[in-house]
T-cell receptor
């Protein structure tokens, strides 16, 4: 399985942008990049996904490197409610959409 | 957005008893649901894939006779922890997949989790 590497933790100030990096140097051509986040004591929630082009939705933006070996989840204005563990996951048809969760990045937001 | 519920949200039981956890997709039909387990300060680990009308597929190392999964309808999957022991204490989370054009683009919607404590 193609794996991802994320920093264990990051800190941000409230109302400032946050860039959460993810390395996936062994990504295959058919792997989609998915991001989920898990707030404390809750189940994960879907954030965004993409293949090659950058993606935007109401929650975040996803910037994908041209060689696809890395990506960055961008929260444009962090709020205290964005404090969570963010997981970058590669998803492939061959894996039947199973999500393999790594360690993720614990984002702490300071007021 | 799609909503997945779990019941109960928490349960405390005595060692040796069985506990059933329900996972429901409230506003969509889910042919496939997934069950995860999460120990404190660890990541989620997939336990099994539950397919409506067929037997669940268990991940390596997960005892299928201990963790019974039933997916009898398109909106309900249940996980029964049989003869629970303290080491089964964990946060159990289910998810359901909404097809959107291919497994790689499908989104999974997660339940809020069930915290099981076995005394």
């Amino acid at each position: 399985d193609a794996k991802t590497t994320q920093p264990n933790s990051m800190e941000s100030n409230e109302e400032e942008p946050v860039h959460l990096p993810c390395n996936h140097s062994t990504i295959s051509g058919t792997d989609y990049i998915h991001w989920y986040r898990q707030l404390p004591s809750q189940g994960p929630e879907y954030v965004i996904h993409g293949l090659t082009s950058n993606v935007n939705n109401r929650m975040a933006s996803l910037a994908i490197a041209e060689d696809r070996k890395s990506s960055t989840l961008i929260l444009h204005r962090a709020t205290l409610r964005d404090a969570a563990v963010y997981y970058c996951i590669l998803v492939n048809n061959n894996a039947g959409n199973m999500l393999t969760f790594g360690g993720g990045t614990r984002l702490m937001v300071k007021p | 957005g799609a909503v997945v519920s779990q019941h109960p949200s928490w349960v405390i039981c005595k060692s040796g008893t069985s506990v059933k956890i329900e996972c429901r997709s409230l506003d969509f039909q889910a042919t496939t649901m997934f069950w995860y387990r999460q120990f404190p300060k660890q990541s989620l680990m997939l336990m099994a894939t539950s397919n409506e009308g067929s037997k669940a597929t268990y991940e390596q190392g997960v005892e299928k006779d201990k963790f019974l999964i039933n997916h009898a309808s398109l909106t309900l999957s249940t996980l029964t922890v049989t003869s629970a022991h303290p080491e089964d204490s964990s946060f159990y989370i289910c998810s359901a997949r909404i097809p959107s054009g291919g497994p790689s683009t499908d989104t999974q919607y997660f339940g809020p989790g069930t915290r099981l404590t076995v005394l």
